[in-house]
């Protein structure tokens, strides 16, 4: 079974190494090199106001990332989940989205427990109202995450189940 915080913090050693103040030569910031488009679509499609400081905080790093798959992860695989991140939705299935989602799940065997740790606490703290994640792994292959009007914190009760095996 596909863990979500092991993907998370196998996509951060990918991106930044672990370095919360990486900046790329293409301006992505951040443990998760998110750019200024992503924080804009995140807004757009949260109503929240996330700024291009919050890339560098891990914890808001990973909500937005958890906000934008509940926009376009809908009914995709982890490798098209990934690929969205790294290419965007309408490219999340392209040649350079399949090999970073590649990278990313070849770097999962290279996370350390207590990375996993804090990514599993950080997730289970997130209050995201308007977004229930209805985790589901199918053989490794699909995380379903559905977006509502008002989900309240029961979302985070079946991100635990499923983190927890």
């Given at each position: 079974m596909t863990n979500l915080a092991v993907i998370i913090s196998a996509m951060i050693l990918v991106e930044?190494?672990?370095n919360d103040l990486a900046v790329s030569v293409k301006?992505?910031?951040g443990?998760?090199?998110i750019r200024h488009i992503y924080v804009e679509d995140v807004n757009r499609i949260t109503g929240r106001r996330y700024t291009d400081a919050d890339t560098f905080d891990r914890t808001k790093s990973i909500e937005m990332l958890l906000c934008y798959w509940a926009k376009y992860g809908k009914e995709c695989?982890?490798?098209s989940m990934l690929g969205a991140h790294y290419r965007g939705p309408r490219l999340k299935d392209?040649?350079?989205g399949r090999r970073y989602a590649a990278r990313v799940l070849q770097a999962t065997k290279l996370v350390k427990d207590e990375d996993v740790a804090w990514t599993t606490k950080t997730i289970e703290k997130l209050d995201i109202p308007y977004v229930r994640a209805l985790i589901?792994?199918?053989g490794g292959k699909s995380i379903h995450l559905e977006p509502v009007q008002?989900?309240?914190r029961s979302w985070i009760m079946r991100l635990r189940k499923f983190m927890l095996g």
């Open positions: 930044s190494s672990g301006g992505a910031c443990p998760l090199q695989s982890v490798e392209d040649k350079l589901a792994d199918s008002s989900a309240g």
